[in-house]
């Protein structure tokens, strides 16, 4: 089996081995290292990263507890593949979806998943999460900004800790793009977005649910407002 090869680090902060985990984890999050994908030996890895190999150990031991991957014996590291109850929660929810059901799901999950990231988040989280922030401004073109927004509220879902709620988180994107590609179109609609993203982010990263929770159902309430008001028009 062949490995994976693994892109080069972008940022780097105080605690490499924090950094590490995040790199790691995103690509795992956006396919840039999909289910099943073989890492290179971790001598390898940490001579093509320019790390120690113990710094590398910290940070893969972190995915593991988040059991996105599994290092075995004679087999190496492989990125997890998808549970058998997320392969059926895929199967039974796969299709279209009305939009007004769409959205009335996401403003049950995602105000839930926002609390439980509060909780949850480790250092590693919050260094993607503010990755995709500081590369996230009202001046992008509308298809770079819904891609950072879609990763936004993905890594968020990663954060909270429970893969079968990214499944769920996933679906609810396809279901739900329309409003988010049309919410992206004005630049008053990239303004509030990373304005709420970062109220998001700060609640979390200050590990307070109640506040994150409160900033998602915003965030989400403020997206219906500025669709209706352009509707209406």
């Known amino acids: 089996m062949q490995t994976t090869p693994v892109p080069p680090l972008a940022h780097r902060s105080p605690s490499i081995s924090v950094t590490l985990a995040a790199h790691f984890e995103r690509l795992i999050a956006t396919g840039g290292l ?6 290179p030996s971790e001598r390898d890895l940490a001579a ?12 893969m031991a972190e995915l593991e507890n988040k059991h996105l991957i ?29 939009q007004d059901d769409a959205a009335e799901l996401r403003l049950v999950v995602e105000p839930s998943i926002a609390a439980l990231a509060a909780q949850r988040a480790t250092e590693s989280n919050l260094l993607q999460l503010g990755e995709v922030l500081d590369a996230s401004t009202a001046t992008l073109k509308p ?30 994107s396809e279901w739900t793009m329309p409003v988010r590609t049309h919410s992206h179109s004005t630049r008053a ?10 109220a998001i982010y700060d609640a979390v990263a200050a590990h307070h ?3 994150a929770r409160a900033a998602m159902e915003n965030h989400l309430a403020d997206v219906r407002h500025l669709i209706a008001a352009e509707t209406s028009h």
């Open 70 to 98: 599994e290092r075995t014996p004679g087999r190496g590291t492989i990125v997890v593949e998808a549970s058998a109850e997320e392969m059926e929660l895929r199967g039974l929810a796969a299709g279209s979806a009305e």
């Open 209 to 211: 649910p109640d506040a």
């Open 48 to 59: 093509s990263m320019s790390v120690s190999r113990a710094s590398l150990r910290e940070a």
């Open 34 to 39: 999909p289910p099943g994908a073989r890492l």
């Open 189 to 198: 609609g990239r303004t509030h977005s990373v304005a709420w993203h970062r």
């Open 143 to 172: 298809a770079r900004s819904l891609e950072l927004d879609l990763e936004f509220h993905l890594l968020l879902a990663h954060a909270a800790g429970n893969p079968l709620l990214v499944t769920l988180h996933g679906l609810m």
